[in-house]
């Protein structure tokens, strides 16, 4: 209870900046963990699919038995590039939202930052009109509730930097799959 009176009390006390810089990173957070979730469980059910599939095939399974995302190749007409194409289709599906992930990591830093900026600036201005006798107890406090901005902006880019690294890897192991599946029809040719 007495963190949301203290956060009522920031927010009332914030301009209109702070409060933009603080929505959208807000906004940044709920996204990437929309991302992961969805991306890092369907990556998850793709991969067993892929998995159950490369095992089919291994024991004499033709592809198109599999739930393989290659038994869309005709059987009679694989080739390599036609296994590249499917392959490649995979991995741009597989990586969707890794440039989201991107964008909020490294631009999350610089919005709380803006936001710091502007409220120090908001700060100084009003010390400048109020005769120029501040002492630290009125402008520490200013400042502390200016760099909120920035520890938040640390706050949302940390866990979509570790999104993007964990769905990347988990792309990576999908399409290392689809590329053993790929290698071995190919073989069997």
């Given at each position: 209870?007495?963190s949301?009176?203290?956060?009522?009390?920031y927010?009332?006390k914030?301009?209109?900046v702070?409060?933009?810089?603080?929505?959208?990173l807000s906004l940044y957070f709920?996204?990437s963990?929309t991302i992961l979730?969805?991306?890092?469980?369907?990556?998850?059910?793709?991969?067993?699919?892929?998995?159950?599939?490369l095992e089919?095939?291994?024991?004499?399974k033709?592809?198109q038995?599999t739930?393989?995302?290659l038994?869309?190749c005709?059987?009679?007409?694989i080739?390599k590039?036609?296994?590249d194409?499917?392959?490649?289709l995979a991995?741009t599906?597989?990586?969707s939202g890794?440039?989201?992930?991107?964008?909020?990591?490294s631009?999350?830093?610089?919005i709380?930052?803006?936001?710091t900026?502007?409220?120090?600036?908001?700060?100084?201005?009003?010390?400048?009109?109020?005769?120029g006798?501040?002492?630290?107890?009125?402008?520490?406090?200013?400042?502390?509730?200016?760099?909120?901005?920035?520890?938040?902006?640390?706050?949302?880019?940390?866990?979509a930097?570790?999104?993007?690294?964990l769905i990347?890897?988990?792309a990576?192991?999908l399409?290392?799959?689809?590329?053993?599946?790929s290698n071995?029809?190919?073989?069997?040719?």
């Amino acid at each position: 209870m007495e963190s949301i009176e203290l956060l009522i009390s920031y927010l009332s006390k914030s301009s209109l900046v702070t409060i933009v810089v603080l929505t959208w990173l807000s906004l940044y957070f709920v996204i990437s963990f929309t991302i992961l979730f969805s991306r890092y469980n369907g990556l998850n059910r793709w991969i067993k699919k892929e998995k159950q599939a490369l095992e089919a095939i291994l024991l004499g399974k033709k592809l198109q038995a599999t739930d393989s995302v290659l038994k869309k190749c005709p059987q009679e007409n694989i080739s390599k590039e036609r296994l590249d194409v499917f392959t490649s289709l995979a991995q741009t599906n597989s990586t969707s939202g890794l440039t989201t992930l991107s964008i909020i990591a490294s631009t999350s830093p610089f919005i709380g930052l803006f936001g710091t900026v502007i409220s120090i600036l908001e700060t100084f201005a009003a010390l400048g009109q109020g005769g120029g006798s501040a002492s630290l107890s009125v402008i520490a406090p200013a400042i502390s509730e200016a760099l909120v901005a920035t520890g938040c902006g640390i706050f949302v880019a940390i866990p979509a930097y570790t999104f993007n690294l964990l769905i990347k890897r988990k792309a990576y192991e999908l399409i290392s799959l689809i590329q053993r599946e790929s290698n071995l029809l190919l073989s069997s040719k």
